[in-house]
Structures are given as C-alpha cells and as structure tokens.
C-alpha cells in the first residue's frame, strides 16, 4: 500500500513503497523536491548531497535513516549474494537482482530461487481503466524475456503457418519480442508487421468458415464457440492454438478484428457468468426465461422438465440439465433453479472441452490472474482497442421517444457526452449497446436484436432513478432530470457499474 508524506518546511514529497519482507525498516523513494531545491541544488540533489537511486530506509527501532539498503549489509541476517549481483528495487519498491556477471536482471532471489512475482501481481482495486493498463503493462514486462523470435508466414496459407510455428515454439518463447516475417516482403519489423499479422491472424482463427466459432446471434456478430467444432478432428489443438494467439496479443498489446461475446470475455477473467448474460447473444430465449421467472407456469399449465433440445448440424438431441431432468417436472418451487441450470446450459452448451483447450493455451502464454482487475468491457477494449467516436455521427443518428431534440434532458446528455474522454464513451457506448465495436457504417448500421436499431434515448422513470439500458434495442432510459450536474453525476455511476448494473 502506499501512502504520501509531508516532510520539514521544504514540503519534499515522498512515497512509502511496500517493504520487500523488511519488518523494522521502511523504504521510502524520494518523487520530487520543492522548486527551490530544483533551482538551487540541481534535478538530482538529495539531503546528503549524494547521487542516488532516490530509496532511503528508515529503521524504527534506532531512528536511524540510510541510503544503504540493510539487506545488502547483512543486517537481517540474511545470506550475501553471490559474487558479482547486485539487488535493486522498482519504483514499486519490488526487489529484483542484477548480474553484472551476464549482464541480466531477474526478480527470482539467487540464494533462495523465490521470486516476489511467485503469487503474481498484488495490486489494490482501481476503477481507472488506464491505471489498470499500466499496472499490466508492467507485470507483461516483467514476464517478458530477452531476444527475439521469427514467425515466418505466408498470406495465403496464414492460418496453418502461424498454428505450426506457435505450436512449436515453446511459451517463453512466445514472450520474445515477434519478429514477423512475409516471405518476399522482407523488412525489420519495428512492430508494424506483427500488427497486421495479428490483425489478419484474427479473421482466419475466428472465421466461422472453420466452424471453430459462431456468430453469438441472428444480428450479433460477436464471436463464441461452436458446438459443432467437433466435426473437425484436431478441433481442440486448433482452441489451445487460439488460446494461445489471443493471450499473445494480450501480452504484446496487439489488437484482434473481431471479437467474442461479453459472456465469452467474462469466462478469461474467471467471473461467473448468468442470467442477465443471455440477452446480449440471445434475447428471445433470455425473454423466455424471463417470462417463466415472472410468471405462475403452474397456472399456465407449462409442462416442462429439466431438460433441453439442442440442434447440431441440422440433429435434435435432448440434454438433460441434471440426473434424469427428462423426468422431473419444473414447478413453481424449483424453477428458479430451472432458470439458472437452463441459463448456464445456454451460456456453456456443449463447448466445455473447447473451452478447457482454450483456456490450456492461453494460461502457458499469460496467467489469467493477470487480468484480474479489468471486468469484460474493459477486457474487449484491452484485446480489440478503443474505438475514436465520431460525436457527429452519433448525434446525427440518434432517436428519441417521449423526448424531443431540444428538450434540455437530452442538450444535457450530448454536452455530457462531448465533456468525457474517449474512454468514457465507450463504457457509455458498451452500456446502452453492450459492445465498445461499432459497425463499419458507423450509428446508421446498428443493429438490435430485430434487425437495424438506432442509438435510442428514451423518457422513463422519476428524476431520483438511475438511467437504465436495453442492450438488445440500443436504447437508453433517461429519467427526467432537474438539473445537468443531477444527469452528469447519475450517467457517470451507470457506466462506472455496468457489471451487471443498470442493464436489461
């Protein structure tokens, strides 16, 4: 944890890093000094006049400060390092060992084979989106290793070249910097090359032509697993291969094309997924179980039993969603468990071996507590970037019920819109429509569970609710606010909790 400290009448700023398995000592790093010390002593001055790293210690007990670092002194009782290494610390205040022997740098202790990343990266919650990044951009550097690798691949045979060459390469390996390389286009790849690559790697892989994935829906072109893989003999080594592809573009910061569905992207980040999950890649059947939800199905006379159909390649099979579900009606009393089996049934259908072959290949590339603190949007930001808005373009093919253009609730709403940052939008765009990708076409092409469906802002609720969206129709429920800091404050807590806030 950190925290900030004021010191003597020169307000020097300091920040107490974590302590590195110190218990009297504390390790401070000096950030700045006052300006006066800037103009008069030089940018590297510090109080004992020496050049430093800026980390001094504070040992409690005696009330003594250094600038040597006590473990380095055998002042813990610790063993020395080997002849010729060195420890340091991050800004962070994380120790790592230099060997000025290989001329290396490593986090794993030499006396004691340990690493301080051994449980992974420990970090406090942020909701900052680009905090988030940073901090894992910083743990992908420290899994990163030295040198480069070459993929060598032909644009006509891009899919089998890149599944061999990954596959052969072991996991460290593809943490090497990527060289990538067109036969006949040869050139230094300075990054440019091995963002086509993944670019164009991502239409092959996620192809539904394959029938390795699917279209989520009738009108939602996000991609999850297809049932039907099997049909395909090496189906699984295909999904540890992708898993594989996806985890590197993670780690590399490269962007896919397309992308998969929300619930898809809350399986990498081990979240539960439900109910509330369906509507995005099924709205017709979500509203079906919502009915049932609703409803007395006793009253109705619904006969039905804990299982389900599925088609697969053109073949009805029925699935039971427990131990002989064919035979044990759905009541009033047991449906709520209905509804959460049938949900997950749904969500999960018959893609299991798929999806533990995905996950194989994508944890030997990047562990997926690495991604613990992004929820699913950010995740599909972090894999498929960040769009650039077009506000014109969204206000010009917005609709309205029970607004008008000039009613000051929605003039609010698009100076609201013009005040936030890029990234701001996309979570507010992701919340009314539950993707941050935009169709070719731009808000004319957007499409709802019926087919096109604009950007749609609708007069619903009191001016004390929160606004609330249908994914499925694109619309957002915008209370009738009094006032424009009422509205700002209330949008800004809607799109800040979109994991499973505020959403239909």
Not at 302 to 330: C, R
Not at 453 to 463: A, D, T
Not at 486 to 502: N, R
Request: hydrophobic letters at 35%; one cysteine or more; a negative charge.
């Amino acid at each position: 944890m950190l925290r900030k400290e004021q010191h003597g009448i020169d307000q020097n700023l300091y920040l107490l890093a974590g302590n590195g398995g110190l218990t009297t000592w504390d390790v401070f790093i000096m950030l700045t000094i006052s300006q006066e010390q800037q103009r008069g002593r030089g940018q590297h001055w510090n109080p004992s006049g020496t050049m430093n790293n800026g980390i001094y210690f504070v040992n409690h007990n005696t009330r003594i400060t250094q600038w040597e670092d006590p473990r380095s002194q055998g002042q813990l009782n610790e063993k020395p390092l080997p002849e010729g290494w060195e420890m340091r610390f991050t800004v962070d205040g994380i120790p790592y060992f230099v060997d000025h022997n290989r001329r290396t740098t490593t986090y794993i202790d030499p006396r004691t084979g340990k690493s301080a990343l051994d449980n992974g990266p420990q970090i406090a919650y942020v909701r900052d989106f680009k905090a988030k990044v940073q901090y894992f951009r910083f743990w992908c550097q420290q899994l990163a290793m030295p040198q480069h690798i070459k993929i060598t691949v032909t644009r006509k045979t891009l899919f089998e070249d890149s599944f061999q060459q990954i596959m052969s390469f072991s996991p460290q390996d593809l943490r090497r910097r990527l060289w990538v390389i067109f036969p006949g286009e040869e050139g230094l790849d300075y990054g440019g090359v091995a963002r086509e690559w993944f670019f164009l790697l991502s239409h092959e892989v996620l192809n539904p032509m394959y029938c390795l994935f699917e279209y989520a829906g009738k009108d939602n072109y996000c991609l999850q697993i297809n049932p039907a893989s099997y049909i395909n003999p090496d189906h699984l080594k295909y999904f540890r291969f992708i898993g594989r592809f996806i985890a590197m573009a993670l780690f590399h910061g490269k962007f896919i094309d397309t992308g998969f569905s929300l619930p898809f992207y809350k399986r990498i980040l081990n979240k539960p997924v439900g109910l509330k999950d369906l509507e995005s890649i099924d709205p017709e059947f979500y509203n079906s179980l919502i009915w049932v939800k609703e409803n007395n199905i006793e009253e109705c006379d619904l006969e039905m039993y804990f299982s389900v159909d599925k088609e697969i390649l053109g073949e009805i099979k029925s699935h039971d969603l427990k131990p002989n579900g064919g035979n044990i009606l759905v009541t009033e009393e047991n449906k709520e468990e209905y509804i959460r089996m049938v949900a997950e049934w749904r969500l999960s259908r018959g893609v299991e071996e798929q999806t533990q072959a995905f996950f194989e290949g994508f944890n030997e590339i990047l562990p997926q507590q690495y991604l613990q603190y992004f929820d699913a949007k950010e995740l599909e930001v972090l894999l498929c970037g960040m769009q650039e808005i077009d506000l014109n373009d969204w206000q010009r093919h917005a609709i309205y019920r029970h607004y008008a253009r000039t009613s000051k609730q929605i003039m609010w709403f698009w100076q609201f819109v013009k005040e936030i940052d890029n990234e701001k939008r996309m979570r507010l765009l992701q919340f009314v429509t539950g993707t941050c990708r935009l169709p070719v076409g731009g808000f004319a092409d957007l499409m709802g569970s019926n087919g096109p469906q604009k950007f749609c802002i609708e007069k619903v609720g009191k001016e004390n609710w929160l606004p609330r969206s249908h994914t499925c129709f694109n619309r957002l429920d915008l209370p009738p606010y009094k006032s424009y800091e009422q509205l700002k404050e209330k949008l800004l807590f809607a799109i800040e909790e979109t994991e499973g806030f505020g959403q239909e």
